[in-house]
């Protein structure tokens, strides 16, 4: 990878950390998130655990062809995020320019017989999948597409996101109050892609 793809690629990522009790208002956000996204035209794809279960029949109305520009993929586990991820490479039709992987480290099922290092190679890989991913989009819509990860906190202290995320683009749960705090910071880096302020 060429260093100026390289500097526009960690821009692009952005890393959310929390707390599990605070998954429900980050999850509400990062759906407000999407919709907002859908306004500059380009599709979204949702990764998650689960289908978002609070959204209000009134809220589906509204925003029912911005509905339409977000597809929800449900995974369990690591195996199945990599595989959807491949597959989303070979995408010719449909490409997204935000990638969403919601709580990153519950697609990790604990393991008796493994060890920490084995789950941190596991989520490592698929970090690694997911930024090869996001520069195969990037060089197809020959822009830039963005991605966010959220992740407990405990998950941090020996998986090596630093090879991944520039310090600016980790943000703290208690600070993301609502999507406007996610987009700014989206905003500032797409703004430093642009004019090649690396």
Known sequence: ?????EHALRRSMLLIRGQP????HLQDVLFDTAIKYTHTGYRVLFFTRKPLERVAASIREQFS??????TFIYVQTIDATMKRLLDLQR???CIP????VESFDLLVTPNPNDGQSKQDFQ??????LLADTVRTISVKQKGTCNCIVTLNYGSLETLPVELFYREHNVLDVNHVHESSDILSVMMENEHSIANNLL
Request: aromatic residues 8%; hydrophobic residues 55%.
């Open 1 to 5: 990878m060429d260093l100026p793809m």
């Open 21 to 24: 009790d605070k998954a429900d």
């Open 91 to 93: 995408w010719t039709n």
């Open 65 to 70: 062809d911005l509905f339409k520009m977000i």
């Open 123 to 128: 989520r490592s890989l698929v970090l690694s």
């Open 97 to 100: 320019g935000l990638i969403i």
